[in-house]
């Protein structure tokens, strides 16, 4: 059946040339988005907390997330948080969450590559593709949470 949600979500918003990469979501909800994953090293929480202590295991699944998702590599020091706030997002596990409860802690991290990178997709993150901010925005499918995040972080 699979993990359990432990509410522990990274995400790692790619830019090159001002365009951010997206790609469609393989699993339920197939909307656009940015990489992101559950922080499955956290232990499981029934409260929202994102604590900085927490910060290194956040800023690892996201480095692990990148290239799984992404195929690129990059190093801790490459990455910039610019997000650390509770998303009202529904898990999609299948397993369902701890406690029931439909949330996730976030944590987002930013990357900024001077070259355009070469991406892949693993199948988790299908048709990857660089979009402007105007282009996110237009997005019919982008998915929720991450539009709020956007908008959080004045990209859109």
């Known amino acids: 059946m699979g993990d359990l949600c432990n509410h522990a979500v990274v995400g ?16 339920a909800p197939r909307d656009i988005a940015p990489c992101a994953g559950h922080v499955d090293e956290l232990t499981p929480r029934t409260t929202p907390k994102g604590a ?34 509770l998303g009202g997002d ?5 397993a369902g969450s701890v406690d029931g409860e439909n949330w996730h802690w976030w944590m987002v991290f930013a990357v900024r590559f001077a070259q355009q990178p070469d991406v892949r997709s693993n199948g988790e993150l299908l048709d990857l593709s660089w979009n402007s901010a105007a282009e996110l925005a237009a997005l019919p499918n982008l998915e929720p949470i991450w539009r709020s995040h956007l908008r959080y972080l004045r990209i859109i």
């Open 12 to 27: 790692v918003l790619v830019e090159w040339n001002g365009r951010y990469l997206t790609g469609l979501r393989a699993k």
């Open 52 to 85: 900085r202590s927490e910060q290194p295991l956040f800023l690892a699944a996201g480095i692990r997330e990148l290239e799984e998702e992404t195929g690129l590599k990059v190093r801790p020091d490459d990455l910039k948080l610019v997000l650390n706030r």
């Open 90 to 94: 529904r898990c999609h596990r299948a």
